[in-house]
C-alpha cells in the first residue's frame, strides 16, 4: 500500500507540468534555436534518433524538453554533445524521457546543471558517460524523479566525482531511480576511499530521498555535508567502496528510515555527533557491512556520543548497532 501511495504522488508530480507539443522536431533539426523560437512556457518534443550537439541546451523559464515517452532503460530519443554543460535548467523548466551522453573523446562536466534555479524537474533520464550526470547549485524545488545513471566520473583525476551534486539547494526531491557508481576507490594519500558514484549533499537543507537505490559507489554511496533536515526513507545501497551512508560537518535534524545498507566495504554509516545534532535512525535493515574490517563495527560508527542519536527498530547483522569511531 505504502509504494501504492508514493508512486501515486510520483505521477502527479511528474504529470503536473506535461503539455501538448508546441512544437517536434527530428534530429536533422536544432533543439536551441527551436527552443528559442517557442518562447517560454512551452513544449519541445524530440523524435526518437541521436541528436548531436557541440553546445549547452539553454531552457527558458517554464519549457519542457522531452523525448520520446518510454521506460527509463530502453529510451529511444539520445543526445550527444560535446558540450562540458550539455543540458542547463531555468525556472519552472523540466526536461525528461532522454538518453544523455558525452561525445566520443570528451566528458561533459554536467550532463544537466541546475543554476539557482526554482522548481526545476529532471525525470526519467538515462544517464551515462560524464563526470558529474545532475548537478543542483543553489536552486529551491528541485525534483530529481526516476532517473537511471551509471558510469559517470573521471578516471583519470584522482578524486571521488559524484553522480548527483547538490550544493547550498534547498528543499530538493531525489526519488525512485537507480545510480550505479564505479566501485574504483583507492586509498589516497590520507587513507580515503577516492572512488566515483556518491550522491553529495552539500550546505543545503530539506533532501528528501525515497525508494532510490545505490550499487557500486566508488566511495560512500550518500556523502552528506551540513546537509540539515534530510529524509533518506526507503532507499537502498549496496557494495558501497566505502561508508553505504556518511553523516558528517553539521547535518543537523538527519531521519534515516526504512533504509537497507548492505555489503560496504566500512560501516554500514558513520555519524558525526560531535558536530551534528538530533539525528535518528528508525527501523532500517544493515546488513554484512565492514566487510575489510577497517571501521569499529559494521553498524553505525559514531564519532561522540551514541546515546544522543535517536535508535529504534533497527536490524543491524552482524551486531551491534553502533560502535565508537
Not at 21 to 48: E, K, V
Not at 152 to 159: A, K, S
Not at 181 to 204: T, W
Request: hydrophobic fraction near 35%; glycine fraction near 8%; proline fraction near 2%.
Amino acid at each position: 500500500m505504502k509504494n501504492t501511495v508514493m508512486l501515486t504522488i510520483l505521477f502527479l508530480v511528474l504529470t503536473k507540468n506535461i503539455s501538448a507539443c508546441d512544437l517536434s522536431i527530428t534530429t536533422t533539426q536544432d533543439i536551441q534555436s527551436s527552443l528559442n523560437a517557442i518562447g517560454p512556457n512551452s513544449t519541445l518534443c524530440l523524435s526518437a534518433g541521436t541528436f548531436n550537439l557541440n553546445s549547452t541546451i539553454s531552457l527558458n523559464l517554464g519549457q519542457r524538453l522531452t523525448g520520446v515517452n518510454g521506460v527509463v532503460t530502453a529510451l529511444q530519443t539520445t543526445i550527444v554533445s560535446s558540450a562540458d554543460r550539455i543540458i542547463r535548467m531555468n525556472d519552472e523548466s523540466q526536461v525528461d524521457h532522454l538518453n544523455i551522453r558525452s561525445s566520443s573523446g570528451s566528458l561533459a562536466t554536467y550532463a544537466v546543471l541546475s543554476y539557482f534555479d526554482v522548481n526545476p524537474t529532471m525525470w526519467s533520464l538515462n544517464i551515462q558517460n560524464t563526470k558529474i550526470a545532475l548537478g543542483i547549485k543553489g536552486s529551491s524545488g528541485a525534483s530529481i524523479l526516476n532517473n537511471w545513471i551509471s558510469l559517470t566520473g573521471d578516471l583519470n583525476n584522482g578524486i571521488p566525482d559524484p553522480s548527483i551534486w547538490i550544493s547550498d539547494a534547498v528543499n530538493t526531491k531525489l526519488w525512485y531511480g537507480y545510480i550505479v557508481g564505479r566501485n574504483n576507490g583507492a586509498a589516497g594519500p590520507q587513507g580515503f576511499l577516492i572512488g566515483d558514484g556518491e550522491v553529495g549533499c552539500y550546505n543545503s537543507n530539506g533532501l528528501t530521498v525515497t525508494g532510490t537505490r545505490h550499487d557500486y559507489s566508488g566511495t560512500s554511496s550518500f556523502y552528506l555535508v551540513n546537509c540539515d533536515n534530510a529524509v533518506l526513507d526507503n532507499v537502498s545501497v549496496f557494495y558501497s567502496n566505502g561508508f553505504g551512508l556518511d553523516i558528517v560537518d553539521g547535518t543537523d535534524n538527519l531521519v534515516i528510515k526504512n533504509t537497507k545498507v548492505y555489503h560496504s566495504r566500512l560501516a554500514a554509516s558513520i555519524y558525526d555527533e560531535v558536530e551534528n545534532s538530533n539525528g535518528s535512525y528508525l527501523n532500517n535493515t544493515f546488513y554484512n557491512n565492514n566487510t575489510t574490517n577497517q571501521s569499529n563495527c559494521a553498524g553505525i560508527s559514531v564519532a561522540g556520543n551514541p546515546a544522543n542519536l535517536n535508535l529504534s527498530g533497527n536490524n543491524v547483522t552482524p551486531s551491534p548497532e553502533f560502535c565508537l569511531h
